[in-house]
């Protein structure tokens, strides 16, 4: 398998946060992530673990291992994701966001633990997706190892929410 797909495969499949908490850190862009939302009679409820989480730039796209698009195409990709979390009494699922400022917050606020985010710092630079989008707002690979000292750090080694659906 290719550098680029195994990349993707790893940070599209279950590491979106410590990606994305090494990108913001780098960037000073908050972070994004995407929860199922429920509608049903009984009430709505929002699930607390996210599906993906992305990088929000200034242009209005995201950033994640997949490299810069829009929002729409990002809850494109995992719609049926969603879909098939519904419940018997759902009427519909859709998609709630929410956005922490910056990776600080974010590891604060959803207990992701960052050390992943070490890892990630290390391979942004060598995926063609990430470094052009990195070379546009003035980093070069040397900014971006650097950011390591200024990751955030967990509160606890404890996993609070639970995130067992986490996948993207």
């Known amino acids: 398998m290719e550098a680029g797909n195994e990349f993707e495969k790893r940070y599209m499949g279950g590491h979106c946060d410590a990606l994305a908490?090494?990108?913001?850190?780098?960037?000073?862009?908050?972070i994004v992530s995407l929860h199922v939302a429920?509608?049903?009679s009984k009430g709505d409820r929002t699930d607390p673990d996210f599906l993906h989480?992305?990088?929000?730039?200034?242009d209005g796209n995201c950033l994640d291992a997949k490299g810069l698009?829009?929002?729409?195409e990002v809850m494109a990709e995992f719609n049926d994701m969603a879909q098939s979390l519904k419940a018997p009494e759902d009427e519909f699922v859709s998609f709630?966001?929410?956005?922490?400022?910056?990776?600080?917050?974010f590891v604060g606020?959803?207990?992701?633990?960052?050390?992943?985010?070490?890892q990630a710092l290390t391979e942004i630079m060598d995926q063609p997706q990430l470094r052009s989008v990195m070379e546009s707002l003035g980093f070069d690979e040397k900014d971006v190892?650097?950011?390591?000292?200024?990751l955030p750090t967990a509160e606890d080694d404890e996993d609070e929410m639970g995130w067992?659906?986490?996948v993207g």
């Open 53 to 58: 989480v992305v990088v929000e730039m200034p």
């Open 21 to 30: 908490i090494a990108l913001s850190t780098v960037t000073g862009r908050p």
């Open 38 to 40: 429920h509608y049903s």
């Open 145 to 150: 190892l650097n950011a390591g000292g200024d």
């Open 96 to 105: 709630c966001l929410r956005e922490y400022e910056d990776a600080e917050t």
């Open 109 to 118: 606020l959803s207990g992701c633990n960052p050390e992943g985010a070490v």
């Open 164 to 166: 067992g659906l986490r």
């Open 69 to 72: 698009r829009s929002l729409a």
